[in-house]
DNA sequence: TTCTCTACTGTGAACGCTCACAGAAGCATG
DNA sequence: CATGCTTCTGTGAGCGTTCACAGTAGAGAA
């Protein structure tokens, strides 16, 4: 522990420093930073103690020069800038991937795109090979920045499958259909006939396959697919508020709603509430994500969990392994009901 | 542009081709790059025409390992998790940071201490000089990281007054106590005279400044403090709620309430409607951020807008200066009453 | 002319690290 | 004994910049 005079920050110890002090070389320093492969244990050892006593930390930009990589990562977010604010799945999972990275000592570089100029700016700095690979945040089809990141070569892994691009595209994904099916039938075997749905954005996967699970289910109950009992948000609060009041409009004796997402959810119970049905005795209301929203409303939202930790940790997992050479990957992940109040 | 085959990254154009390519030297290329002083008209025009041409982005890493500064800063959260994951204000800053970083075309690298391991770690990266600067998100006292990074003399701007910390650090915060005047005369102004509040974690000067601000204006308006008319809650929606519910127990009497922040407001507004108490009608609600959740609560929240946008700039710039060398320096911005309909 | 001053330009030497290579030592094999 | 192999170690070169310094050219003054 070294204290610092008045705020001043002295200059580190550097490899040679720690060299001397264990009466090594330069590349026995080195080799042992990097693994220890090819050191004797006598060296590896005081090595150690020379780090400890010099309190050494490598210079990752010198490291950088010439190995090539940064060892740094960045997350894009190429969402529009209102979701980002009021959705806490962003956060969740921004906070699963710094963990992650964290692991393997990779700082995380935040990049929000919202306005085309952010655009270029960010796929300039990326494409400059500022960072080694990109976790990607962004629903929609045929995103440019995806596309011309692709295009140039950068490891790539995106949180839910993108459309529109090449199959040579990494993604980590909730099983949608599945999750979909599995709340659907859910509200079947509460007794519900009339079930609605909000769903996501058709233009993304999240919102195509949600749909069909409802599809799927209603199908095989033998039920008919009623268009009154289907219209479509954009996964923001304020979108689930008039799906819900479109619905009840449209189709006043609807029993059950199924909502894509649990912050649509959280407008469908406001709305709901606001023309008089309860929850869940007239409307049983079954979200999607399990997001903290889904514990923040009252009543407590009946939702798919997405396994967001898990995701956070095989976005990184397979951003490191393309990294590495390997090739891209598609990975889905189970999703799990979770019932709570509101069906 | 230059197309890349099969995805593989080619060896980008150093100082070096675009010197040659422009027909100067490498320093004269240096000095374009760095503000272009001392440099002929004539080189200038060419050496951006070869950068253009060539495509050339500086690498970071050269420059930094020569300079030392990393040109990067740090958005460091040491915040409760759960904090992070529920309340919007997190992104409402971090997204304006990024931007305001942008403009100097600073990157932002994420860092959310919640374990003492992650603590350690981060503290370690950030005095090893791998970034610049941080700008700091810690509202609760006696944080060690802030103290540690301050003592190693590491540029650092916190958002909010810090308590604890020596006056040399810098911060940004809105007037709290101002704001709180502002919210309680406008629920006076309205004739309620039992006017309650919910204040924020009292080890924080956020929530003392706006209890402080409550208990004066209740003052100079010739009301006495009753103390069944004040709890606390830690800025979380649940504290929220459950405050609500000992206010209502305490004093049944209650006419209004102002709630240190908009997050908490929102279980408020839930445990008031859950006890039949119409907003505004029987209870007045105030709030206090104006974040996204102001505008998603039933009805909306009047509250005390806390300049986000000029404080994540004022932040950076602040910080800016202090990694440039001049003093640390407080900065206290105005806050605005928003009347909207739950007064 | 000669000197000085200003505006500009080129050059070598770092910055701190990794990598390739050469070499040394120890030990088994021919 | 020479030869090969394995394990370990030191050394020089170089990554792409910036910086300090030296040097050139042209203008103006003595």
Chains 1, 2 share one sequence.
Request: net charge negative; aromatic share 4%.
């Amino acid at each position: 522990m070294t204290m610092n005079a008045a705020g001043g920050r002295r200059r580190p110890p550097t490899i040679h420093d720690v060299a001397r002090e264990a009466g090594v070389s330069r590349g026995t320093v080195s080799r042992v930073l990097n693994g220890g492969h090819y050191v004797s244990p006598a060296a590896q050892e005081a090595v150690n103690a020379a780090i400890r006593k010099t309190g050494y930390v490598v210079n990752r930009h010198a490291r950088s020069l010439i190995t090539g990589r940064s060892d740094s990562i960045g997350f894009l977010l190429t969402e529009p800038q209102e979701r980002f604010f009021e959705d806490p799945n962003f956060n969740v999972l921004l906070r699963g991937c710094t963990q992650a990275l964290a692991a393997h000592d990779i700082p995380l570089l935040l990049m929000l795109a919202g306005t085309e100029d952010e655009r270029r700016r960010i796929t300039r700095y990326i494409t400059a090979g500022h960072v080694d690979g990109v976790l990607l945040v962004s629903s929609h089809s045929g995103d440019p920045v995806a596309e011309q990141l692709r295009g140039a070569g950068v490891p790539l892994v995106a949180c839910g499958k993108p459309i529109g691009l090449g199959s040579k595209v990494s993604y980590v994904a909730a099983d949608d259909r599945d999750g979909a099916r599995d709340m659907v039938r859910h509200l079947l075997s509460l007794g519900r006939r009339r079930v609605g749905m909000v769903t996501g954005p058709l233009d993304t996967p999240g919102g195509v396959e949600r749909l069909a699970g409802y599809k799927e289910v209603l199908a095989e109950a033998g039920l008919e697919l009623d268009e009154r009992l289907v219209v479509s948000g954009d996964y923001t609060r304020a979108s689930g508020e008039a799906g819900a009041e479109r619905l009840l409009a449209q189709a006043p004796d609807m029993d059950a709603v199924f909502v894509a997402s649990d912050l649509m959810a959280q407008g469908v119970l406001a709305a709901l509430q606001r023309e008089g049905r309860r929850v869940p005795e007239d409307v049983a209301v079954g979200g999607f994500d399990d997001s903290p929203a889904a514990l923040a409303s009252r009543p407590e939202l009946t939702t798919i969990r997405q396994p967001w930790d898990r995701i956070s940790a095989e976005m990184v997992r397979v951003l490191l392994a393309q990294i590495g050479g390997e090739d891209p990957a598609a990975v889905i992940l189970p999703t799990e009901l979770v019932k709570r109040e509101s069906t």
